[in-house]
């Protein structure tokens, strides 16, 4: 991040119950911003015109807090479902093997939301 002018505090990530965004500063103390991300959704449900299919839902949400004022800079939500999906697995599929399945598609939601954040709320170049 170098390139943007900014550093990364040498803080530990913040894990809070609360999603007040002065709390939330006041936790980020040593930093000049805080990257807030809560997951605020997500499931696992059957798909009811295809028996026995699963789909998988993930709702995120992403605010950029100055730490000075306890402001949000920056706020956007991002949900990601499989619902669409042409072959759905089965829930015994998406739990197999330690869950794997369930894990690779909850790691590319992530994902796709994390580069949405990106470019939305930080207005960075896509990847």
């Given amino acids: 991040m170098d390139r943007y002018g900014v550093a990364t505090a040498p803080l530990a990530p913040l894990s809070l119950d609360s999603d007040d965004a002065a709390t939330i500063a006041r936790a980020g103390r040593g930093a000049d911003l805080v ?4 997951q605020t959704g997500g499931s696992l449900e059957p ?3 295809q028996a026995g299919r699963y789909f998988v839902t993930s709702d995120l949400r992403f605010r950029v807090i100055d730490v000075a004022s306890g402001h949000v800079l920056g706020d956007a939500s ?4 499989t619902q669409l999906d ?3 697995p089965t829930r015994d599929h998406l739990l197999a093997d330690h869950a794997a399945r369930l894990k690779a598609i909850l790691g590319a939601q992530r994902d796709f939301c994390l580069e949405f954040f990106k470019v939305q ?3 960075l170049p896509a990847s």
């Fill in 35 to 38: 990257f807030d991300v809560q």
């Fill in 86 to 88: 042409p072959d759905l």
């Fill in 78 to 81: 991002c949900v990601r479902t």
């Fill in 121 to 123: 709320v930080l207005r």
């Fill in 47 to 49: 798909l009811l015109t």
